[in-house]
Nanobody
Framework: QVQLVESGGGLVQAGGSLRLSCAAS????????MGWFRQAPGKEREFVAH????????YYADSVKGRFSISRDNAKNTVYLQMNSLKPEDTAVYYC?????????????????WGQGTQVTVSS
């Protein structure tokens, strides 16, 4: 059983930056691909970014490409999401998730374990 704990959310002005962290325990972290998703009030869960188990492959939603960067440190069992040039429309609860599947990385259904989420609020 994998446990995931996100941190680093908060309130930031538009144009600012935040770095989210997701610490994993209870499994072999390097066996899992990792993803970040977000969900705004009244909206469906949305894919944000994905990183392969070794870190050699990353993939981003078009809405965050060029502004967000996903990385991982397998020695620390942690995945990060660096968010720059934040916009009010980035406001959401951000979740990290794990998968061992090589399926469609933007499909939330392939992810098995989820964190509790961290709130990101971007003011205009």
């Amino acid at each position: 059983q994998v446990q995931l704990v996100e941190s680093g959310g908060g309130l930031v002005q538009a144009g600012g930056s935040l770095r989210l962290s997701c610490a994993a325990s209870g499994g072999t972290f390097s066996n899992y691909h990792m993803g970040w998703f977000r969900q705004a009030p009244g909206k469906e869960r949305e894919f944000v970014a994905h990183i392969s188990r070794g870190g050699g492959f990353t993939y981003y939603a078009d809405s965050v490409k060029g502004r967000f960067s996903i990385s991982r440190d397998n020695a620390k069992n942690t995945v990060y999401l660096q968010m720059n040039s934040l916009k009010p429309e980035d406001t959401a609860v951000y979740y990290c998730a794990t998968t061992a599947s090589n399926g469609v990385v933007s499909d939330y259904k392939i992810y098995n374990y989820w964190g509790q989420g961290t709130q990101v609020t971007v003011s205009s």
